[in-house]
Each structure stands twice: as structure tokens, then as C-alpha cells.
């Protein structure tokens, strides 16, 4: 009886290992960001100053860029979360950004139809119907779910904003708009004018 349970031992810790080491394996090849968050709006939230702060990739920085397009041209990478705002000489601006959920993705070209600082926030029928709880309206302000800044894609019902949930930057979790932390959007806002050419692209070659 002794050899037999500690067959079973053996061959249960075997088990286990195996179990262990595949998760490891699927966790060293996963792309970071890729995953889909299930997380609720939440108006009238306002985050910490230390939940703003951004780090790693998703973090402001000045990266390599190789295309052909004019300096000052807004390129989104919806499957790497990250969006691009061209300087020319083979460089960009990169910032960390939240896209669509599955269903809500899209690509296209666009141009900054309009700006808004602290933009109300009307959460459309669809979004309602998701979420019964949310108001039908909400002023601009710190809590408001679009945050700081908006900027407005062509005629659709998209835009690039702000957030009140930083924690969702570079996860799959909107109903289609593009959203970055407030110091980021606050930065983009200043820099891109009304008239810029915007680029939706589910992947970008670099």
C-alpha cells in the first residue's frame, strides 16, 4: 500500500508541475494589453494622482517610427493599445491608450472634427441599455467618465478622451472611443489641432 500511495503522490506532483508549467509558458507568451477588461463605467469616481501615473510601455515617451506620413498625423494601433503622434525624422510621440471591447473595434481615416476641454458626458441608448444605472447625463468634471479632454473623430459618435478609470489603459473595454489617462489626453489636446489627420489601424508596422 505505501508504494502504491506513493505512485499517486509522484504522479499527482508530476500533474501539478505540468499544470504549473504551462502556465508559465502561456504567461512568457502572452502580449501584455491584449486581454479584454469586463469593467463598469464609473461616474463621479476620481482616481489618485498616483493611480494617473503611468509606467512601462504604456507610458509617454518618444519612440522610433517608420512611415510615410506628414509630421503632426495621429496614428492609433488598436491591437497594440498605443497611440502615435508622428514628428517626423522617423519619430513619434507614443502614449498609452484603451480601445473598443471585441465587437467594437473599427479602422478607418478620420480627421479632429472638434475639441472640448472637461466635455459632458450623454451615454448613448446602447451603453444605457448595458448599464441601467448610469445617468442620462453628466456634467464636465473630475469624476466624468470622459475626463479631461475630448477630441472629436469626423461626424461618428467616436472620440479620443480622457478617463476617470486609469487602470483600463491598454485593455480592450470601450464601446469603441479611445481613451488615455487625463495628463496624457491634456498633452495630445495641446498639441493636435482641429483638422489633423487620424489613422485607425488594428496593427502598425514599426
Given at each position: 500500500?505505501?508504494?502504491?500511495?506513493?505512485?499517486?503522490?509522484?504522479?499527482?506532483?508530476?500533474?501539478?508541475?505540468?499544470?504549473?508549467?504551462?502556465a508559465?509558458?502561456?504567461?512568457?507568451?502572452?502580449?501584455?494589453?491584449?486581454?479584454?477588461?469586463?469593467?463598469?463605467d464609473q461616474?463621479?469616481y476620481?482616481?489618485?494622482?498616483?493611480?494617473?501615473?503611468?509606467?512601462g510601455a504604456?507610458?509617454?515617451?518618444e519612440?522610433?517610427?517608420r512611415?510615410?506620413?506628414?509630421?503632426?498625423?495621429?496614428i492609433?494601433?488598436?491591437?497594440?493599445?498605443?497611440?502615435?503622434?508622428?514628428?517626423?525624422?522617423?519619430?513619434?510621440?507614443?502614449?498609452?491608450?484603451?480601445?473598443?471591447?471585441?465587437?467594437?473595434?473599427?479602422?478607418?481615416l478620420?480627421?479632429?472634427?472638434?475639441?472640448?476641454?472637461?466635455?459632458d458626458?450623454r451615454?448613448?441608448?446602447?451603453?444605457?441599455?448595458?448599464q441601467p444605472?448610469?445617468?442620462?447625463?453628466?456634467?464636465?468634471?473630475?469624476?466624468?467618465?470622459?475626463?479631461?479632454?475630448?477630441l472629436?473623430?469626423?461626424?461618428?459618435?467616436?472620440?479620443?478622451?480622457?478617463?476617470?478609470q486609469?487602470?483600463?489603459?491598454?485593455?480592450?473595454?470601450?464601446?469603441g472611443?479611445?481613451?488615455?489617462?487625463?495628463?496624457?489626453?491634456?498633452?495630445?489636446?495641446?498639441?493636435?489641432?482641429v483638422?489633423?489627420?487620424?489613422?485607425?489601424?488594428?496593427?502598425?508596422?514599426?
Open positions: 500500500m505505501r508504494v502504491r500511495v506513493g505512485h499517486f503522490a509522484r504522479a499527482a506532483f508530476g500533474a501539478a508541475l505540468a499544470v504549473l508549467a504551462g508559465f509558458a502561456n504567461a512568457q507568451t502572452a502580449v501584455p494589453g491584449q486581454d479584454e477588461m469586463n469593467i463598469a461616474p463621479g476620481q482616481p489618485s494622482p498616483d493611480e494617473e501615473q503611468l509606467t504604456f507610458e509617454k515617451q519612440v522610433f517610427f512611415g510615410n506620413e506628414a509630421a503632426g498625423t495621429v492609433i494601433d488598436t491591437q497594440q493599445r498605443f497611440l502615435y503622434v508622428l514628428q517626423g525624422n522617423n519619430r513619434a510621440l507614443r502614449y498609452g491608450i484603451g480601445v473598443g471591447r471585441e465587437g467594437f473595434q473599427w479602422s478607418g478620420q480627421r479632429i472634427s472638434r475639441k472640448q476641454e472637461w466635455p458626458w451615454p448613448p441608448p446602447e451603453m444605457i441599455e448595458r444605472y448610469l445617468p442620462r447625463f453628466m456634467a464636465g468634471g473630475p469624476g466624468n467618465p470622459l475626463g479631461a479632454r475630448a472629436y473623430l469626423g461626424q461618428t459618435v467616436y472620440r479620443i478622451h480622457g478617463t476617470n486609469p487602470e483600463t489603459i491598454g485593455h480592450a473595454v470601450s464601446s472611443c479611445f481613451r488615455l489617462v487625463n495628463e496624457d489626453v491634456i498633452d495630445l489636446y495641446d498639441r493636435v489641432p483638422g489633423t489627420k487620424v489613422i485607425i489601424k488594428q496593427a502598425v508596422a514599426l
